[in-house]
Nanobody
Framework: QVQLVESGGGLVQAGDSLRLSCAASGFAFSSGGMAWFRQAPGKEREFIAA????????YYADSVKGRFAISGNNAKNTVYLQMNSLKSEDTAVYFC??????????????????WGQGTQVTVSS
């Protein structure tokens, strides 16, 4: 049974940094892909970043490119999202996802089979 557990969310001020973690069990990170999505109140869940195989392939939404960084640790079967220069519009529930996405589905919810429960990130301006 696959389980994804997010941690690291919280309340920060604009301009601050935060690092989210997603620990996976029952899923071989080294053979698949993992991603972060977020969902703000009243909005659709949107893609933020993905990482696939050997941690050398990373992908980002334009809205976070240059501010956020996704990375992984095979030994700990954990993926991280380093968020810098946070803005009020980054406020959302952040979800970790895992699966075996093909290239065309890396930024799509359909590309991922497993989801965490989410962690709240609130950025005050």
């Amino acid at each position: 049974q696959v389980q994804l557990v997010e941690s690291g969310g919280g309340l920060v001020q604009a301009g601050d940094s935060l690092r989210l973690s997603c620990a996976a069990s029952g899923f071989a990170f080294s053979s698949g892909g993992m991603a972060w999505f977020r969902q703000a109140p009243g909005k659709e869940r949107e893609f933020i970043a993905a990482i696939r195989r050997s941690h050398t392939n990373t992908y980002y939404a334009d809205s976070v490119k240059g501010r956020f960084a996704i990375s992984g640790n095979n030994a700990k079967n954990t993926v991280y999202l380093q968020m810098n220069s946070l803005k009020s519009e980054d406020t959302a529930v952040y979800f970790c996802a895992a699966g075996y996405p093909i290239s065309s589905s890396l930024s799509s919810r359909d590309g991922y089979r497993y989801w965490g429960q989410g962690t709240q990130v609130t950025v005050s301006s």
